[in-house]
């Protein structure tokens, strides 16, 4: 079992920059997978990023080059560090945690918001 919490969501000007973490507790050892997605109002949810154990990383083309996906494994967090942001990143954000038994957690989102 794996309990995530997403902070670090804002209201940001187009331009600005934010880094919104991902804590986990509980079995963090088991984690393989460490994913972001977003979801706008009226959208399907959108796969941004993911890092592996191994520290591997996977953008989405819509913010390649502008987000950053990193880890502290000293704090069990994950970050997306995101510059350059632009209206249409305006979404909920989550993070969902991939268990090595296959299991997979999500937390509880994090609102950012993205002014012209």
């Known amino acids: 079992q794996v309990q995530l919490v997403e902070s670090g969501g804002d209201l940001v000007q187009a331009g600005g920059s934010l880094r919104l973490s991902c804590a986990a507790s509980?079995?963090?050892?088991?984690?393989?997978?460490t994913d972001w997605y977003r979801q706008a109002p009226g959208k399907q949810r959108e796969w941004v990023a993911r890092?592996?154990?191994?520290?591997?990383?996977m953008y989405a083309d819509s913010v390649k080059g502008r987000f950053t996906v990193s880890r502290d494994n000293a704090q069990n967090t994950v970050y997306l560090r995101m510059n350059s942001l632009k209206p249409e990143d305006t979404a909920v954000y989550y993070c969902?945690?991939?268990?090595?038994?296959?299991?997979?957690?999500w937390g509880q989102g994090t609102q950012v918001t993205v002014s012209s």
């Open positions: 969902n945690a991939r268990l090595r038994s296959g299991n997979a957690f």
């Open positions: 509980g079995s963090t050892s088991s984690i393989v997978l």
């Open positions: 890092i592996s154990s191994g520290g591997n990383t």
